[in-house]
């Protein structure tokens, strides 16, 4: 099973601020099959990014993804009001499915 | 709009057993892979099963292994997850998520509202 860790676990910023937040896996992520997720509270994740680094549908081009390997991360260039929430990292490629243990994106 | 809505969630007594079902409106059902995923209170995301488009690959989670069964109904738009021999530990929220694409690897693009299921005596 592919453990993924982010960090850091609570990230406080300010809006207008870039935001940058890592997922590491304990082993290759097959063909980039990383995924980041947007949870507020009391809803349902949202898909953001997609292989690594596509916008899902919807998305403001503010989101981007990077990496390869075992290194992923996700930016949020300016951050605006509605992005303070919970973000997780999943990798698709090898099974189980597993997500990252998530950050936390708080206003400063 | 694309929707999903889950029902079936509820209190039950360790032992015991719930059936979650899952249906579709607004999206092609029968050509995508579809997933359950729990969250535990104040907890993160946890896989639970996947059962592909024609019901020919299903997985699961190690946690729910011979415990519970995801079967779908492309004819109703309808998910299901029988859970057998309900633990503490399976207390979450239940989501569940249609793959983004119809490609085998694909993350999870629609999710529903989720369903609270609660184990404890």
């Known amino acids: 099973e592919i453990v993924l860790t982010q960090s850091p676990g609570t990230l406080s910023l300010s809006p207008g601020e870039r935001a940058t937040l890592s997922c590491r896996a304990s082993?290759?992520?097959?063909?980039?099959?990383l995924a980041w997720y947007q949870q507020k509270p009391g809803q349902a994740p949202r898909l953001l990014i997609y292989d690594t680094s596509s916008r899902a549908t919807g998305i403001p081009d503010r989101f981007s993804g990077s990496g390869s390997g075992t290194d992923f991360t996700l930016t949020i260039s300016r951050l605006e009001p509605e992005d303070f929430a919970v973000y997780y990292c999943?990798?698709?490629?090898?099974?189980?499915?597993?997500f990252g243990q998530g950050t936390k994106l708080e206003i400063k | 709009e694309v929707q999903l809505v889950e029902s079936g969630g509820g209190l039950v007594k360790p032992g015991g057993s719930l059936r979650l079902s899952c249906v579709a409106s607004?999206?092609?059902?029968?050509?995508?892979?579809m997933n359950w995923v729990r969250q535990a209170p104040g907890k993160g995301l946890e896989w639970v099963s996947s059962?592909?488009?024609?019901?020919?690959?299903?997985y699961y989670a190690d946690s729910v292994k011979g415990r519970f069964t995801i079967s779908r109904d492309n004819s109703k738009n309808s998910l299901y997850l029988q859970m057998n021999t309900l633990r503490a530990e399976d207390t979450a929220v239940y989501y569940c998520?249609?793959?983004?694409?119809?490609?085998?690897?694909?993350?999870?693009?629609?999710w529903g509202q989720g369903t609270q299921v609660t184990v404890s005596s």
């Open positions: 059962i592909s488009s024609s019901s020919s690959y299903i």
């Open positions: 999943q990798q698709y490629g090898s099974s189980p499915e597993t």
């Open positions: 998520a249609r793959s983004y694409s119809s490609s085998w690897y694909s993350p999870l693009g629609t």
């Open positions: 082993q290759s992520v097959s063909s980039s099959y």
């Open positions: 607004g999206v092609t059902f029968n050509s995508y892979n």
